[in-house]
Nanobody, 122 residues
């Protein structure tokens, strides 16, 4: 039911910032926890961050904690990932996904966007 479209990726220098957006269609957007995952070539897709239905609870991978912030605007059916102090190792395709509850497991997510490329140069 939920369709997700990511945007905001691009090329940025190390230490820079990007804000990713994920626009969702579907009347039940506010009933889903929303997560961000990323996948670099040759690597497994990994959890980045998740936010609860209301936005009251968040969880982050240790690798991004303190640098990334996930947020959502249910009125706009949009979830965001603010990425600061970017590092080359953050380079990946970033995916937005929807789940029934906060989870770090990609297997918990029922809907996925197409991904947006983030490249961090040295």
């Amino acid at each position: 039911q939920v369709q997700l479209v990511e945007s905001g990726g691009g090329l940025v220098q190390a230490g820079g910032s990007l804000r990713l957006s994920c626009a969702a269609s579907g009347r039940t957007f506010s009933t889903y926890a929303m997560g961000w995952f990323r996948q670099a070539p040759g690597k497994e897709r990994e959890f980045v961050a998740v936010i609860s239905r209301s936005g009251a609870s968040t969880d982050y991978a240790d690798s991004v904690k303190g640098r990334f912030t996930i947020s959502r605007d249910n009125a706009k059916n949009t979830v965001y990932l603010q990425m600061n102090s970017l590092k080359p190792e953050d380079t990946a395709v970033y995916y937005c996904a929807a789940a029934g509850y906060n989870s770090r497991s990609l297997f918990s997510y029922k809907y996925w966007g197409q991904g947006t490329q983030v490249t961090v140069s040295s």
